[in-house]
């Protein structure tokens, strides 16, 4: 069975500082992993997401974020917070195993980002 | 515009009146999935559709019914709710091995 372990479910960041949200993920098979950021009253949107290829991938709004399987670890950074970065971000992990299955995304418990003026 | 679209998208009712939520998505996807997000639990999966007719359980499929007469609609109906049920749930759509797209959101408190 999958699973995706956020660490940290409340991370304050100054404004212009380094924001760095973890996550791990377990999975029997390559996974496809994702990032989501929820702002108040509103559905999910993907930051960013990997499959395949390169292990860094960038993403919307200057967030980026690197596989690594040997840490299984898909951590998400961004140089300089900004105040509009503010919202709950979510790891999410799916199984690939076949091309038309069920497509469920595994989630994490999320982490609520605040950013201090 | 490229959208899912959730209705009501908040509710208030009291235990065991039934309830359908309605889904809608019009991005012509086979897949689609129903959501629910509980504090410290994430999302977890209630149901999903590969497509028309075609139906399954999630993680959490207890107390829900799901119907995929059309490929666009994919209502979550509650038939007899119960105070566990309170949460925010989200309907989601995507093409085989794409992102999926998530809808707004439906907060729903039983009383």
């Known amino acids: 069975a999958q699973s995706v372990t956020q660490l940290g479910s409340h991370v304050s960041v100054s404004e212009g500082a380094l924001v760095l949200l973890r996550c791990n993920y377990s999975?029997?098979?390559?996974?496809?992993l994702f990032w989501y950021v929820q702002y108040p009253n509103q559905g999910l949107q993907l930051l960013l997401k990997y499959t395949t290829g390169a292990t860094l991938v960038k993403g919307i709004n200057g967030f980026e974020a690197e596989f690594k399987k040997s840490e299984t670890s898909f951590h998400l950074t961004k140089p300089s917070a900004h105040m509009s970065d503010a919202a709950e971000y979510f790891c999410a992990v799916s199984d690939k195993t076949q091309n038309f299955g069920n497509e469920k995304l595994t989630f994490g418990t999320g982490t609520r980002l605040t950013i201090i003026p | 515009e490229a959208q899912v679209t959730q209705n009501p998208r908040y509710l208030i009712t009291v235990t065991g009146k039934k309830l359908t939520v309605t889904c809608s998505q019009n991005?012509?996807?086979?897949?689609m999935s129903w959501y629910r997000q509980d504090p410290g639990l994430g999302l977890r999966q209630i149901y999903y559709?590969?497509?028309?007719?075609?139906?399954d359980k999630g993680d959490v499929p207890e107390g829900y019914k799901v119907s995929r007469k059309e490929k666009r609609n994919f209502p979550l109906i509650l038939e007899s709710p119960s105070p566990n049920q309170t949460s925010l749930y989200f309907c989601a759509s995507s093409r085989f091995g794409h992102e999926q797209f998530f809808g707004p959101g439906t907060r729903l408190t039983v009383l």
């Open positions: 559709s590969m497509n028309v007719e075609v139906t």
């Open positions: 991005m012509n996807h086979e897949y």
């Open positions: 999975s029997s098979v390559p996974p496809y």
